[in-house]
């Protein structure tokens, strides 16, 4: 009787912790081996008398150790991590941040839709190019000057070969494969090895036209380039050409458009100047058509390049470069195709 007692106090204590304090409980109190089965072998020792309470009282504690092991394993189970696939339908969903498109991209795709319009159509080229498509096509001779004007990576192993400074390369390449009339626009990577400032970056966009067919003239260039500086920042943009020197465009210029922030009235981004340079061009050298299967006594036409890095800071007024390429989406999200 005293054990009862003892036991009975013991399995009311019981707390879970742990998977295995609930087995070791089930050992010892439920189990064919356990005490309360011992305890119930002991019956015969007990006076006949009380032999029907000794055995009740026993089987009450056998119910009640049941019930608490039962209790326990569900304590155990509740406490637990939930596992699987189950999901709980009520609960909040979490938000889903969207990307959106680069300011660049948006940019390249917006100068593109310009030039598209009237007639002109996108070429792509590889990053990676050798001298002739850069250079030397292009009428940089070899040892010339020209060639700093643009700091190139070269690749040590093969100094043929280098990371394109612009995308006149295409220019070469269509002209390569194609007679007039030639109307392309060639968006596209670059690379210069220039020190990284708020105002410079060694990588950058550029997008590169080239127009060629009979009778091109100065004057063709000048009306194409003004249409997409009005298409690009308003119907008030007025432009001035400043000559200028390349080596593949004779005459040569660059283009400035007025201040699209202080409308020509002198500000900061225009240096109090009331313009800004957005591009280079020229009439196409002669000896560049040459060079590129083209007869230049039949043919003429004019290029002009721009910075799409540039154009992006010009038309959002962001004032450092190096934000187009931290990719950090405060700033990446304020740009959204809906905007422009
Ligand atoms: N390729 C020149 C540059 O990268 C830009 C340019 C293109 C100038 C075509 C004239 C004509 O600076």
């Known amino acids: 009787m005293d054990n009862i007692e003892k036991i009975s106090a013991e399995i009311e204590a019981f707390k879970v912790n742990a998977a295995a304090d609930l087995e070791n409980f089930r050992l010892k109190f439920l189990s064919k081996k356990s005490e309360l089965q011992s305890l119930l072998g002991e019956i015969k020792n007990v006076p006949v008398e009380q032999r029907k309470l000794f055995g009740q009282q026993v089987n009450e504690l056998k119910q ?12 155990l189970e509740d406490a637990a991590p939930v596992q699987g696939n189950l999901s709980d339908v009520t609960r909040p969903a979490t938000a889903v941040s969207l990307g959106s498109r680069h300011p660049i991209s ?13 007639g002109f159509s996108t070429v792509a080229g590889p990053d990676i190019e050798d001298d002739w498509h850069i250079f030397t096509a292009l009428n940089f001779p070899e040892e010339h000057p020209a060639r700093d004007m643009q700091d190139t990576f070269f690749i040590d192993q093969k100094p043929d070969v280098a990371l394109r400074t612009h995308t006149s390369t295409l220019q070469v390449r269509t002209m390569e494969t194609h007679q007039p009339p030639i109307r392309v626009i060639c968006p596209g990577r670059v690379f ?15 997008m590169e036209g080239l127009y060629i067919d009979e009778n091109v003239s100065f004057a063709d260039m000048k009306q194409t380039l003004m249409y997409f500086a009005k298409q690009m920042f308003g119907e008030n943009t007025r432009i001035r050409l400043r000559p200028s020197y390349f080596p593949f465009t004779e005459p040569s210029a660059e283009m400035d458009v007025s201040c699209n922030i202080c409308g020509g009235e002198g500000c900061a981004l225009c240096k109090h100047t009331g313009w800004v340079e957005i591009l280079g061009c020229g009439m196409v050298d002669p000896n560049v058509l040459e060079n590129c299967g083209i007869d230049s006594k039949k043919y003429s036409g004019f290029a002009f390049g721009l910075g799409i890095e540039r154009m992006t800071m010009l038309k959002y007024k962001t004032n450092d470069i190096r934000l187009y390429f931290e990719n950090d989406v405060r700033f990446l999200e304020q740009f959204t195709a809906a905007k422009l």
């Open 106 to 118: 948006i940019m390249m795709d917006e100068v593109c839709g310009i030039f598209e319009k009237i």
């Open 192 to 206: 210069r090895n220039e020190a990284i400032t708020s105002r410079a970056h060694c990588i950058f966009h550029q």
């Open 64 to 75: 009640k150790a049941q019930a608490i092991f039962e209790e326990q394993k569900q304590r």
